[in-house]
Protein backbone atom coordinates (compact mmCIF):
# COMPACT_ATOMS: atom_id res chain seq x y z
CA UNK A 1 0.00 0.00 0.00
CA UNK A 2 1.47 3.34 -0.96
CA UNK A 3 1.52 6.13 2.06
CA UNK A 4 -1.25 8.75 0.33
CA UNK A 5 -1.40 10.96 3.84
CA UNK A 6 -1.50 14.22 2.48
CA UNK A 7 -1.82 16.23 5.88
CA UNK A 8 1.55 15.44 6.74
CA UNK A 9 0.84 16.84 10.29
CA UNK A 10 3.77 16.58 13.38
CA UNK A 11 2.77 14.09 15.99
CA UNK A 12 4.21 14.88 19.83
CA UNK A 13 4.04 12.88 22.24
CA UNK A 14 1.27 13.15 25.29
CA UNK A 15 1.68 11.87 28.62
CA UNK A 16 -1.24 8.87 27.95
CA UNK A 17 1.63 6.88 26.08
CA UNK A 18 -0.41 8.67 23.12
CA UNK A 19 0.17 11.47 20.09
CA UNK A 20 -1.77 14.23 18.89
CA UNK A 21 -1.14 16.71 17.13
CA UNK A 22 1.74 19.54 17.77
CA UNK A 23 -1.16 22.42 17.12
CA UNK A 24 -2.83 20.64 20.36
CA UNK A 25 -0.20 19.81 22.47
CA UNK A 26 -0.39 22.86 24.17
CA UNK A 27 -4.48 22.31 25.23
CA UNK A 28 -5.21 19.06 27.05
CA UNK A 29 -6.64 16.22 24.94
CA UNK A 30 -10.67 16.51 24.36
CA UNK A 31 -10.63 12.75 24.96
CA UNK A 32 -8.62 10.47 27.13
CA UNK A 33 -9.42 6.59 27.88
CA UNK A 34 -7.40 4.76 30.89
CA UNK A 35 -6.68 1.52 30.95
CA UNK A 36 -10.67 1.17 29.57
CA UNK A 37 -12.19 -2.62 29.40
CA UNK A 38 -15.15 -3.92 28.68
CA UNK A 39 -16.39 -8.55 29.54
CA UNK A 40 -19.08 -9.81 28.53
CA UNK A 41 -19.38 -12.85 30.47
CA UNK A 42 -16.15 -14.27 30.21
CA UNK A 43 -15.27 -12.44 27.15
CA UNK A 44 -12.95 -9.52 27.15
CA UNK A 45 -14.30 -7.23 24.30
CA UNK A 46 -11.50 -4.47 24.86
CA UNK A 47 -8.47 -4.65 27.33
CA UNK A 48 -6.47 -1.51 28.30
CA UNK A 49 -7.45 0.81 26.01
CA UNK A 50 -5.08 4.13 26.26
CA UNK A 51 -6.11 6.69 23.71
CA UNK A 52 -5.90 10.18 23.96
CA UNK A 53 -7.46 12.84 20.86
CA UNK A 54 -6.04 15.98 20.16
CA UNK A 55 -9.15 18.81 20.19
CA UNK A 56 -8.50 19.58 16.48
CA UNK A 57 -7.51 15.93 15.53
CA UNK A 58 -8.93 13.29 12.67
CA UNK A 59 -8.21 10.29 14.38
CA UNK A 60 -8.68 6.72 12.89
CA UNK A 61 -9.65 3.41 14.88
CA UNK A 62 -9.25 0.49 12.50
CA UNK A 63 -8.45 -3.13 12.56
CA UNK A 64 -10.41 -6.51 11.58
CA UNK A 65 -14.07 -7.35 11.93
CA UNK A 66 -15.00 -8.08 15.10
CA UNK A 67 -11.84 -6.21 16.58
CA UNK A 68 -14.11 -3.95 18.90
CA UNK A 69 -13.88 -0.88 17.31
CA UNK A 70 -17.77 -0.42 17.42
CA UNK A 71 -17.83 -1.44 21.13
CA UNK A 72 -15.09 1.10 21.53
CA UNK A 73 -17.66 3.72 20.38
CA UNK A 74 -20.52 2.22 22.45
CA UNK A 75 -18.34 2.64 25.44
CA UNK A 76 -17.58 6.06 24.57
CA UNK A 77 -21.02 6.70 23.97
CA UNK A 78 -22.20 4.84 27.28
CA UNK A 79 -24.21 2.59 25.47
CA UNK A 80 -21.82 0.26 27.04
CA UNK A 81 -20.81 1.01 30.49
CA UNK A 82 -17.06 0.06 31.15
CA UNK A 83 -15.84 -2.78 33.01
CA UNK A 84 -12.70 -1.24 34.03
CA UNK A 85 -11.01 2.12 33.25
CA UNK A 86 -11.55 5.57 32.97
CA UNK A 87 -13.07 8.27 29.88
CA UNK A 88 -12.13 11.86 30.23
CA UNK A 89 -14.15 14.16 27.91
CA UNK A 90 -12.83 17.82 27.48
CA UNK A 91 -11.15 16.65 31.36
CA UNK A 92 -14.14 15.65 32.80
CA UNK A 93 -14.83 11.99 34.00
CA UNK A 94 -17.90 10.20 31.99
CA UNK A 95 -18.43 7.40 34.69
CA UNK A 96 -22.10 6.56 35.17
CA UNK A 97 -23.21 9.10 32.64
CA UNK A 98 -26.35 8.08 30.63
CA UNK A 99 -25.83 8.24 26.47
CA UNK A 100 -28.12 11.71 26.80
CA UNK A 101 -26.02 13.23 29.22
CA UNK A 102 -22.67 12.27 27.02
CA UNK A 103 -24.21 13.68 24.10
CA UNK A 104 -24.83 16.82 26.16
CA UNK A 105 -21.25 16.53 27.19
CA UNK A 106 -20.30 16.40 23.51
CA UNK A 107 -20.04 13.56 21.99
CA UNK A 108 -22.09 12.72 18.70
CA UNK A 109 -21.93 9.68 16.55
CA UNK A 110 -23.38 8.10 13.14
CA UNK A 111 -23.76 4.49 12.77
CA UNK A 112 -22.71 1.57 10.79
CA UNK A 113 -26.49 1.32 9.69
CA UNK A 114 -28.10 4.60 8.84
CA UNK A 115 -30.20 5.93 11.39
CA UNK A 116 -32.32 8.76 10.03
CA UNK A 117 -36.15 9.39 10.46
CA UNK A 118 -37.34 8.51 6.95
CA UNK A 119 -40.66 10.39 6.84
CA UNK A 120 -39.44 13.10 7.96
CA UNK A 121 -37.83 16.15 6.27
CA UNK A 122 -34.70 16.37 5.89
CA UNK A 123 -34.62 19.65 7.71
CA UNK A 124 -36.98 17.92 10.67
CA UNK A 125 -34.17 15.42 10.79
CA UNK A 126 -31.38 17.94 11.48
CA UNK A 127 -33.75 19.93 13.77
CA UNK A 128 -33.91 16.63 15.73
CA UNK A 129 -30.52 16.84 16.24
CA UNK A 130 -30.78 20.43 17.31
CA UNK A 131 -32.96 19.88 20.38
CA UNK A 132 -30.12 20.54 23.06
CA UNK A 133 -29.76 24.20 22.43
CA UNK A 134 -33.86 24.27 22.67
CA UNK A 135 -34.15 26.23 25.71
CA UNK A 136 -38.34 27.19 25.96
CA UNK A 137 -40.30 25.25 28.71
CA UNK A 138 -42.92 22.35 27.84
CA UNK A 139 -45.78 24.98 28.53
CA UNK A 140 -43.81 27.56 25.87
CA UNK A 141 -44.22 24.89 22.65
CA UNK A 142 -47.38 23.67 23.95
CA UNK A 143 -48.63 26.87 24.09
CA UNK A 144 -46.94 28.21 20.88
CA UNK A 145 -45.66 31.51 22.77
CA UNK A 146 -43.42 34.04 21.33
CA UNK A 147 -40.20 32.43 22.45
CA UNK A 148 -41.10 29.21 20.84
CA UNK A 149 -41.78 30.69 17.60
CA UNK A 150 -38.25 32.84 17.96
CA UNK A 151 -36.41 29.32 18.52
CA UNK A 152 -37.91 27.50 15.96
CA UNK A 153 -36.92 30.42 13.64
CA UNK A 154 -34.01 30.02 14.68
CA UNK A 155 -33.81 26.20 14.07
CA UNK A 156 -34.75 27.00 10.64
CA UNK A 157 -32.22 29.10 9.69
CA UNK A 158 -29.13 26.83 12.00
CA UNK A 159 -30.80 23.38 9.99
CA UNK A 160 -30.32 25.23 6.51
CA UNK A 161 -26.80 26.45 7.73
CA UNK A 162 -25.44 23.10 8.23
CA UNK A 163 -26.85 21.25 5.16
CA UNK A 164 -24.93 23.96 3.51
CA UNK A 165 -22.17 22.37 4.58
CA UNK A 166 -22.68 19.34 2.28
CA UNK A 167 -24.54 21.79 -0.22
CA UNK A 168 -27.80 20.11 0.92
CA UNK A 169 -30.30 23.22 1.51
CA UNK A 170 -32.06 22.74 -1.68
CA UNK A 171 -33.21 19.21 -0.11
CA UNK A 172 -34.60 20.49 3.22
CA UNK A 173 -38.23 19.37 2.54
CA UNK A 174 -37.37 15.93 0.88
CA UNK A 175 -38.38 13.46 3.07
CA UNK A 176 -35.11 11.95 4.14
CA UNK A 177 -36.22 8.17 3.55
CA UNK A 178 -36.23 9.66 -0.60
CA UNK A 179 -32.71 10.75 -0.53
CA UNK A 180 -29.66 8.24 -2.63
CA UNK A 181 -27.78 6.69 -0.42
CA UNK A 182 -24.58 8.74 0.00
CA UNK A 183 -27.08 11.58 0.51
CA UNK A 184 -28.42 10.07 3.41
CA UNK A 185 -24.87 9.58 4.85
CA UNK A 186 -24.23 13.15 4.52
CA UNK A 187 -27.88 14.08 6.29
CA UNK A 188 -26.56 11.70 9.26
CA UNK A 189 -23.52 13.51 9.84
CA UNK A 190 -25.36 17.12 9.62
CA UNK A 191 -27.74 15.74 12.09
CA UNK A 192 -24.88 14.67 14.38
CA UNK A 193 -23.18 17.82 13.82
CA UNK A 194 -26.36 19.69 14.80
CA UNK A 195 -25.98 18.86 18.70
CA UNK A 196 -22.83 21.10 19.15
CA UNK A 197 -20.08 18.09 19.81
CA UNK A 198 -16.69 18.81 20.54
CA UNK A 199 -16.10 15.07 19.33
CA UNK A 200 -17.63 13.45 16.24
CA UNK A 201 -17.42 9.72 16.19
CA UNK A 202 -17.86 8.19 12.67
CA UNK A 203 -18.70 4.59 12.13
CA UNK A 204 -17.55 3.57 8.82
CA UNK A 205 -18.82 6.62 6.77
CA UNK A 206 -17.62 5.51 3.49
CA UNK A 207 -19.54 2.55 3.46
CA UNK A 208 -21.47 1.63 0.20
CA UNK A 209 -19.93 4.73 -1.31
CA UNK A 210 -18.76 4.67 -4.91
CA UNK A 211 -15.21 6.50 -5.01
CA UNK A 212 -15.82 9.95 -5.91
CA UNK A 213 -18.53 10.02 -3.27
CA UNK A 214 -15.90 8.94 -0.84
CA UNK A 215 -13.40 11.61 -1.99
CA UNK A 216 -15.72 13.93 -1.65
CA UNK A 217 -16.57 12.75 2.16
CA UNK A 218 -13.06 13.17 2.71
CA UNK A 219 -12.59 16.63 1.78
CA UNK A 220 -15.72 17.45 3.82
CA UNK A 221 -14.18 15.40 7.13
CA UNK A 222 -11.42 17.92 7.03
CA UNK A 223 -13.67 20.86 6.62
CA UNK A 224 -15.69 20.18 8.99
CA UNK A 225 -13.01 19.76 11.47
CA UNK A 226 -11.68 23.23 9.96
CA UNK A 227 -14.78 24.50 10.26
CA UNK A 228 -15.85 23.74 13.71
CA UNK A 229 -12.57 23.37 15.36
CA UNK A 230 -14.00 19.78 16.84
CA UNK A 231 -12.00 16.38 16.38
CA UNK A 232 -13.20 13.73 14.81
CA UNK A 233 -12.46 9.89 15.48
CA UNK A 234 -13.80 7.25 12.42
CA UNK A 235 -13.81 3.61 12.37
CA UNK A 236 -13.19 3.08 8.50
CA UNK A 237 -12.14 -0.11 6.14
CA UNK A 238 -11.70 2.47 3.42
CA UNK A 239 -7.88 2.51 3.85
CA UNK A 240 -6.96 5.19 1.25
CA UNK A 241 -9.48 7.49 2.85
CA UNK A 242 -8.06 6.41 6.18
CA UNK A 243 -4.45 7.05 5.56
CA UNK A 244 -4.83 10.60 3.53
CA UNK A 245 -6.65 12.37 6.24
CA UNK A 246 -5.83 10.91 9.63
CA UNK A 247 -3.14 12.17 11.84
CA UNK A 248 -3.38 9.41 14.46
CA UNK A 249 -4.31 5.94 14.03
CA UNK A 250 -5.12 3.30 16.74
CA UNK A 251 -4.63 -0.33 15.66
CA UNK A 252 -7.15 -2.67 17.34
CA UNK A 253 -7.25 -7.07 17.52
CA UNK A 254 -9.04 -9.33 19.09
CA UNK A 255 -9.82 -6.03 21.72
CA UNK A 256 -6.51 -5.00 22.32
CA UNK A 257 -4.13 -2.05 20.87
CA UNK A 258 -1.17 -3.57 18.87
CA UNK A 259 -0.44 -0.05 17.74
CA UNK A 260 -0.59 3.45 17.95
CA UNK A 261 1.11 6.34 15.11
CA UNK A 262 0.94 8.47 12.13
CA UNK A 263 -0.29 6.93 8.69
CA UNK A 264 3.66 5.93 8.18
CA UNK A 265 3.97 4.00 11.20
CA UNK A 266 1.09 1.93 10.73
CA UNK A 267 1.33 1.29 7.36
CA UNK A 268 5.07 0.08 8.13
CA UNK A 269 4.13 -1.45 11.23
CA UNK A 270 4.93 -5.35 10.92
CA UNK A 271 2.56 -6.86 13.86
CA UNK A 272 -0.47 -4.50 11.47
CA UNK A 273 0.74 -5.73 8.08
CA UNK A 274 -0.21 -9.31 9.54
CA UNK A 275 -3.35 -8.60 11.46
CA UNK A 276 -5.16 -6.44 9.29
CA UNK A 277 -3.61 -4.79 6.03
CA UNK A 278 -2.42 -8.29 5.03
CA UNK A 279 0.81 -9.99 5.46
CA UNK A 280 3.56 -9.39 3.19
CA UNK A 281 4.55 -12.18 0.35
CA UNK A 282 7.66 -13.43 0.99
CA UNK A 283 10.38 -14.43 -1.88
Not at 194 to 205: F, G, Q, R, V, Y
Request: proline content about 5%.
Amino acid sequence: MSNTNKLKTKMVPVPSHSIVPERDVDKSPILECRHLGIDFGGLHAVQDLNLAIGRTEIAGLIGPNGAGKTTVFNLLTKVYQPTRGTILLDGMDTSGKTTVQINKMGIARTFQNIRLFDNLSVEDNVKIGLHNQNTYSMATGVLRLPKYWRTEKKNHERALELLSIFDMQDMADMKAGSLPYGAQRRLEIVRALATNPKLLLLDEPAAGMNPSETAELMENIVKIRDTFQIAVLLIEHDMNLVMNICEGICVLNFGQVIAKGTPDDIQANPAVIEAYLGKKKEG
